[in-house]
């Protein structure tokens, strides 16, 4: 991590030339701009830096969508104004002599955050917390694949045939993962010289499959480490003429790829789910069992930041280390809510993200039912022994994106957490992305199709 001080200095030194001003997308895209480091150091720091409004309103492909009230052709898409936030100013190790700093995205003419940026959402819940008492601690473990096609190339392949770099399942499997160090190596190591602490990499159950776990910190900072781990990863991949994904089921026959989120709140220096209460054998407090509670009530209407693409709903497969019931239990990876630790470590593992999630509204959806269990009260249902699986009389996560975005318009919960005007844009976001798979004609429509019909 970087002060302005420390940047002026190695900008002085010629240390650093280039400076990445950045901030997530819908989709959790870093957007922004390149400056050049002297200049950053003149202009920024006094009047921030300015991008087109409609990078919240624009699809996957960057094309415009008509229907949203924020930004359209009518209002002429304006600029939205740039706030950096300096403790995320950092070494970008991967990129040559780059920094990069994440903002906070502005109202028009400056005043006040912009409600429904990611971060924003992220910020708001925060603040929340903070007015009870609480600080969130929070991990993410994301999980992806890799292939041995450039970008470019599995581009023109169209993405099929593409090569994975593993031939055999390489879970913990320390022999193929070696085989993969040049790049899981080089990225742990390029992590940890930006700012993000690396924990551990180790193979996954799918064929070319990895998880890096980046060490826990403050929920904001967290989903900070996040998104710059991604970026990270494939940019690195570019330059070794190699391709990573992180969607959430890139094959029908492998493993989806997770993110599994770990949540804890503290108070006063302490884990506040600790406690001298009792809930399944756990040793913890009313919060815990109140924030488990409204984390697993609320899960299904926001499960739209949890699973934000038609693509996330493919994941949600039986003995797929997936959830496909909401349940909770103690350290069962067959349940959508698994608890672990104990005492200072205890903590809340929720299996419902995918790979693909932003991390801003992934943490925001998860503090807001959280909190609002401790408001209310709420109790979990009884801790769920044995395969979850298994269990039909569970109820069902939401089963396409179509479900999850109607559970999400109706819901009070996020517009009194979120704001209406927010629930309405996100609403239109994701709508745009359901309505363009309806539109879509698949290669599985041509398989199944082409001649038998």
């Given amino acids: 991590m970087l002060s302005l001080e420390e940047l002026a200095e190695r900008v002085s030194s010629e240390e650093i030339d280039t400076v990445v001003v950045a901030f997530t997308d819908l989709y959790g ?3 922004g701009k390149r400056y050049d ?15 087109c409004d409609y990078l919240l309103t624009v699809d996957v492909g960057m094309t415009p969508v008509p229907g949203y009230a924020f930004a359209n052709w009518e209002r002429g898409y304006g600029d939205v104004h740039l706030v950096p936030d300096w403790s995320s100013l950092r070494v970008a190790s991967w990129l040559e002599r780059s920094a990069l700093v994440l903002c906070d995205v502005m109202e028009r003419g400056g005043e006040g955050l912009l409600p429904l940026a990611p971060r924003s959402l992220l910020r708001a819940q925060v603040e929340r917390a903070a007015a009870l008492g609480y600080s969130a601690l929070a991990s993410s473990e994301l999980e992806f694949y890799m292939y041995r096609d450039s970008f470019a190339t ?36 390029h992590l940890s010289a ?20 980046v060490r826990y910190a403050g929920v ?20 070794m003429d190699r391709s990573v994904t992180f969607m959430a089921k890139v094959d029908a026959d492998q493993a989806g790829s997770s993110c599994h989120v770990h949540l804890s ?66 350290d069962n990876r ?34 807001a039912s959280g909190l609002d269990g401790i408001a209310g009260r709420t109790e979990p249902p009884p801790a769920f022994a044995g395969d979850v699986y298994g269990a039909a009389e569970l109820p069902h996560v939401p089963r396409t994106l179509r479900d999850a975005l109607e ?44 001649e038998q019909i």
């Avoid at 593993?166 to 085989?179: A, S």
């Avoid at 970026?231 to 991949?237: P, Y």
């Fill in 37 to 51: 480091a002297p200049f950053f150091l003149d202009s920024v720091p006094r009047d921030g830096a300015h991008a």
């Fill in 334 to 367: 067959t349940a959508g809510f698994r608890v672990v630790g104990g005492g200072p470590s205890l903590r809340i593992e929720c299996r419902l993200p995918g790979a693909d999630c932003n991390p801003y509204l992934a943490y925001a959806a998860a503090l």
């Fill in 265 to 330: 709140l503290w108070r006063a220096g302490e884990n506040a789910f600790q406690g001298s209460g009792e809930c399944a054998g756990l040793a913890c407090s009313d919060a815990f069992r109140w924030f488990l509670g409204g984390w697993i009530a609320h899960a299904p209407e926001m499960m739209v930041f949890y699973a934000p693409t038609v693509n996330s709903y493919k994941r949600y497969q039986a003995a797929s280390w997936a959830p496909t019931r909401l349940a909770w239990s103690v």
């Fill in 407 to 450: 559970r999400f318009e109706a819901s009070a919960l996020a517009r009194t957490a979120f704001g209406a005007d927010v629930v309405d844009h996100y609403a239109r976001f994701f709508r745009a992305e359901a309505d363009a798979f309806d539109r879509a004609v698949t290669d599985w429509e041509r398989l199944r199709y082409f």
């Fill in 154 to 189: 599995a581009a023109a392949k169209r993405y099929s045939g593409i090569e994975r770099t593993g031939w055999y399942v390489e879970d913990y499997h320390i022999l193929q993962g070696t085989r993969h160090e040049d790049y899981v190596g080089a990225l742990r190591r």
């Fill in 29 to 31: 895209r870093l957007m």
């Fill in 220 to 239: 904001l900072e967290m989903a900070d480490r996040h998104v710059v781990y991604k970026q990270c990863a494939k940019e690195l991949a570019g330059s």
């Fill in 194 to 213: 930006s700012g993000v602490p690396v924990e551990n990499s180790k193979g996954e159950w799918g064929l070319g499959q990895h998880e890096l776990n």
